[in-house]
């Protein structure tokens, strides 16, 4: 059962950030929605929640991220962290941690880091063994 309702995350640049969220979000089974141009992009995978939305801000000001906070995305497979992460870099977005195994955090814990092209950080976890 679903928990959370959506997250929003804010851009400075909708068009570049649908194609870098196409792109990552897909390689993790997310779709973007129909929507008007003028909405908000909208990704959901498998017609579940919670909805992913990037927004311009509706105050006007310049979309910022938050320091120390980041949304992770659950995978089913490992080679989808590696493709969220290869995708990420491939369509503007930074390195903040390579795939690999983080036994710190847990047995079969499998993640990479990155941040979008807006400077959000987004990870992609994926708790099944290899």
Same mark, same amino acid.
């Given at each position: 059962? %679903? &928990? /959370?309702?959506? $997250? ?5 640049? !909708?068009?570049?950030s649908a194609?870098f969220?196409? %792109? &990552? /979000?897909?390689? $993790?089974?997310?779709?973007r929605?129909? !929507? ?6 909208a ?11 990037i ?8 979309a910022?991220?938050g320091?120390?906070?980041h949304?992770a995305?659950l ?7 590696r ?6 870099l ?7 941690g ?12 499998y993640?990479a ?6 400077g ?11």
């Amino acid at each position: 059962m %679903a &928990v /959370l309702s959506h $997250i929003t995350l804010g851009t400075n640049d !909708k068009e570049r950030s649908a194609r870098f969220y196409d %792109a &990552v /979000l897909g390689a $993790i089974g997310f779709e973007r929605l129909p !929507k008007p141009p003028e909405k908000p992009l909208a990704y959901e995978r498998d017609g579940e929640m919670p909805t992913i939305y990037i927004y311009s801000p509706e105050d006007g000001r310049p979309a910022t991220w938050g320091n120390g906070t980041h949304i992770a995305f659950l995978a089913d497979r490992r080679e989808q962290v590696r493709a969220f992460h290869e995708l990420a870099l491939k369509h503007g977005g930074m390195d903040e941690g390579e795939p690999g195994e983080r036994p710190h955090y847990g047995p079969d814990y499998y993640a990479a880091y990155v941040r979008d092209p807006d400077g959000n950080k987004l990870q992609a976890v994926c708790y099944a063994p290899q």
